[in-house]
């Protein structure tokens, strides 16, 4: 029967497709469509070339693998062809592979070897008595690409052979991947040089094999993994593929870890089930698993098919990514106060769950990948990692798209927005009263180097919150007898922990300014920060009254660290919150600005080593550092005094090498009462 016109056209239209859907994964390293998407489109074309072979043509991309080599690398003829495997999608695929097996082999104790399907790009390495010579990649499956300079800057893949009894010669067939972890060093320094970001691990892959400079993929950082002999000659061939993986890891080839025997097709769909299981954790990506008849004079038996042995399968895993369009962006308030553009997606299945959220992590994020509401976009999900939109899909961008505008005021409590000049992350400058932040706003304020407020963690701050008890550090303070009972009813307490936790509270009203500024949370101020931001201006007023200007007269405080805290003391709902805080009874003893200060320690820098008598190491810090005092770290010959108590140290011991004046508690004392 003659193909209808429907079928015709639809089978061209397929070809273009997959065509300029190749062209652009495997020649430009710009892929346009997730696999699950692609892999759809070969399964159509496959079935109507099935249903009317006449619709066949010599070009048709089911006749071959891959794309085209790149002009700019010679060619390298594959000896043996380059196939690639059939697909798997579903538990009675692998069902029916398995059947097929025993059917032909004509026995039911089929042992399989089963391994993780890796994500990278498929290569083959040449080797001559046991010296590495050519390597190239699939190309079409027959035809590939010489890139034998680039695969000799690969550090994981021997240029020599180890070991005794070596072939003579030695094709190996394998995959050059990215691990995850230097993947993301690898981003991380392409955001920090402004350059271009990769999509993916495999992506990455590629592109950095296929430099045609080698000084540039001796930069990246890629792996080889073994998988497949193709030839060997002057060496005894084993019986069976797991006896090949030994003799190449032998050799000094990196193979999986996570291969293995099994048999029968419960073992293959348990097998399936660990992996995917334990996807997330692995250090590589993969995108399934292979099943691959053990013993290999059984493989020859079985063959191969136009493009694929018979006797190996991939078992995909569920889509990672997936098409879908964006119905809006808005923002999230995180316990920082980063401002996190969100994708709001038409619900897709990726991954294995419906996605409808993705985020785009920061404002030059949505800039660089250019989304708009209104876009096609490709969405990634792996394992528990929240969902995140790859890339757009240009061609199907509609003419109303609206580009994204990052809000000025927190849509949460109306705070501004603020992005400092060296970061990527814009934030919500009301940290002391936005909703948002207010449980990582309070563990903070009430940490031991705050106010100290003991007992005051991470659940019952949860809980104090999520029932709306304290809305603000000042709310802390505000609790009474009424606040004992409510204490008392909560979770994990009782009245003697409850009343212990409120005289925490009271005991903490007293602290000192410099724990007190601290306590506020304002970006890019530690503990040293604070502490020199109280000695500088003495009295909290003259710092909320400070400038820019006046705050870089501060030791160590810089352009980005004066912003910050110039728009904090500037934001209203943080002058406020501060007020509320004094009125309720917190308080410190104010000094005079360091300039100011006549006393014999204004100025000077201690050094604190050993135990002393009756003051921690913190009380002693608070009370040189409110007379106008520096406490460092380290002894060194800028050092005016070094304070020991018992069991002092090397501290001590350098002290005395350099002749600096030693001080013991009490003398400690008399130098503070001048």
């Not at 015709?8 to 239209?13: E, Q, S």
């Not at 400058?429 to 003991?454: N, T, Y």
């Not at 530690?526 to 000695?535: K, M, N, Q, V, W």
């Not at 320690?601 to 002693?620: H, N, Q, S, W």
């Amino acid at each position: 029967m003659a193909a209808p016109t429907t079928a015709v056209d639809r089978a061209a239209a397929l070809r273009g497709a997959i065509e300029r859907h190749n062209h652009a994964y495997y020649v430009l390293d710009q892929p346009t469509l997730p696999d699950a998407e692609f892999d759809q489109l070969f399964r159509e074309l496959q079935a109507l070339e099935s249903d009317y072979p006449e619709l066949v043509t010599a070009d048709s991309p089911t006749r071959r693998v891959g794309g085209q080599p790149l002009a700019a690398f010679g060619q390298v003829k594959h000896g043996v062809p380059m196939l690639s495997l059939n697909n798997a999608f579903a538990p009675d695929e692998a069902v029916a592979f398995d059947r097929r097996c025993r059917e032909a082999l004509e026995h039911d104790n089929v042992e399989y070897a089963v391994e993780p399907k890796f994500d990278g790009l498929a290569i083959t390495l040449i080797y001559q008595h046991g010296a590495f010579v050519t390597g190239a990649t699939r190309g079409d499956g027959f035809n590939g690409e010489d890139v034998t300079a680039n695969l000799r800057t690969v550090r994981n893949m021997p240029l020599r052979l180890q070991g005794s009894m070596l072939p003579e010669s030695l094709e190996v067939r394998g995959e050059v991947l990215m691990l995850r972890s230097d993947f993301e060093r690898l981003n991380a320094h392409q955001r920090t040089s402004g350059a271009k970001e990769f999509v993916n691990p495999r992506n990455a892959a590629a592109g950095s094999l296929r430099q045609l400079d080698p000084k540039v993929s001796a930069r990246r950082p890629l792996r080889f993994f073994a998988y497949a002999v193709a030839e060997m000659a002057g060496a005894e061939w084993p019986a069976t593929h797991a006896g090949l993986m030994a003799l190449l890891a032998g050799w000094g080839f990196k193979v999986a870890a996570e291969a293995a025997l099994t048999t029968a097709v419960d073992g293959l769909l348990e097998y399936y089930a660990r992996i995917g299981e334990a996807r997330p954790s692995l250090p590589y990506d993969i995108d399934g698993v292979v099943y691959k008849v053990n013993r290999l004079d059984e493989q020859a038996t079985l063959g191969f098919v136009s493009r694929a042995p018979r006797f190996a399968i991939a078992h995909k895993f569920p889509a990672q990514e997936a098409l879908t369009t964006v119905e809006a962006i808005e923002v999230q308030v995180g316990r920082t106060g980063a401002i996190t553009p969100v994708a709001r997606l038409a619900p897709v299945f990726v991954g294995g769950v419906t996605v409808t959220n993705a985020t785009l992590h920061n404002e030059d994020e949505v800039r660089r990948k250019d989304v708009r509401v209104g876009d096609t976009v490709i969405v990634r999900r792996a394992g528990d990692v929240i969902p995140e939109v790859v890339a757009i899909v240009a061609e199907k961008r509609a003419d109303d798209a609206v580009a994204f505008v990052m809000p000025t005021a927190c849509p949460v409590c109306g705070s501004v927005v603020e992005k400092l000049p060296d970061e990527a992350i814009a934030r919500c400058s009301g940290g002391l009263v936005c909703p948002a932040q207010r449980k990582q706003a309070l563990l903070h304020f009430a940490s031991r180097r705050a106010m100290d407020i003991e007992g005051l963690g991470d659940k019952l701050v949860e809980q104090l919150v999520d029932n709306a008890i304290v809305k603000s550090p000042a709310d802390l303070y505000k609790m009474g007898i009424l606040g004992l009972q409510t204490l008392a009813g909560l979770e994990r307490m009782a009245d003697k922990s409850a009343a212990n936790l409120l005289a925490a509270i009271a005991a903490s009203k007293t602290t000192t300014l410099a724990r007190f500024i601290y306590a506020l949370g304002i970006r890019n101020v530690g503990e040293a920060t604070a502490r020199d931001l109280a000695r500088h201006f003495g009295k909290l007023d003259n710092l909320l009254e400070a400038g820019e200007e006046l705050l870089m007269r501060v030791p160590d405080v810089g352009p980005v660290v004066a912003a910050s805290i110039s728009h904090f003391f500037r934001e209203p709902h943080n002058l406020e919150a501060i007020a509320q805080l004094r009125a309720a009874g917190v308080n410190w003893t104010e000094g005079e600005a360091v300039g100011n200060l006549s006393s014999a320690i204004a100025g000077k820098t201690f050094v604190l080593t050993g135990a002393l008598p009756t003051l921690t190491r913190d009380e002693a810090r608070d009370m040189i550092e409110a007379a106008g005092g520096k406490v460092a770290g380290s002894v060194s010959k800028k050092t005016d005094y070094v304070v020991a108590g018992a069991e002092a140290g090397s501290k001590l011991e350098k002290a005395q090498q350099l002749s600096l004046t030693i001080l013991d508690e009490s003398q400690l004392r008399e130098l503070l009462q001048q």
